[in-house]
């Protein structure tokens, strides 16, 4: 199936990465990736997930989309210093990715993509939204941690939109 892919980015180790298909101005297929992670031990013994940058630009790689819109990030008041440095991390990783492969990268904020798309306010709004627009991947938005999948889905879509 020829078209066009259209990468959509929640970014954050919560998000994901939406590769959109379309063919004559419809959504033809969807595939979605939890943002890629992988367990590192702390000096005190704990562990956390760290983006696995590798299997980032490998996924873009694979699809190839024509273009790419992520998520504007910003800080948010009672976010701490560090949940902050690692969430503007991994966005800066993927605009890293996709900059070395030259792919052209758009940033659209929360509210242009929400506007676009015609997201309504509401617990699970996106995860339905998302279930809606692409039937065949509803099941990817069926849990409630599966927010950051719908997003970038929508995310995806509204670039398309916007373009």
Not at 33 to 43: C, G, I, L, S
Not at 49 to 73: D, H, K, S
């Amino acid at each position: 199936m020829t078209g066009e892919v259209i990468l959509g980015v929640d970014p954050g180790l919560s998000g994901a990465l939406a590769f959109l298909t379309i063919v004559q101005g419809e959504p033809v297929a969807l595939d979605v990736h939890d943002v890629p992670t992988f367990e590192v031990k702390t000096a005190n013994r704990k562990t956390r997930q760290e983006m696995n940058c590798q299997e980032v630009g490998r996924l873009i790689t694979l699809y190839g989309p024509r273009r790419a819109f992520i998520e504007q990030v910003g800080a948010m008041p009672g976010q701490g210093v560090v949940s902050m440095f690692r969430f503007g991390f991994s966005a800066g990783v993927i605009h890293g990715a996709l900059g070395a492969l030259r792919i052209p990268t758009h940033t659209i904020t929360p509210q242009e993509w929400c506007r676009l798309v015609r997201l309504q306010k509401g617990d699970g709004a996106s995860r339905m939204l998302a279930s809606r627009l692409f039937p065949e991947a509803s099941g990817l938005f069926s849990r409630v941690k599966d927010h950051g999948r719908a997003d970038a889905a929508l995310i995806a879509w509204a670039g398309y939109l916007r373009a």
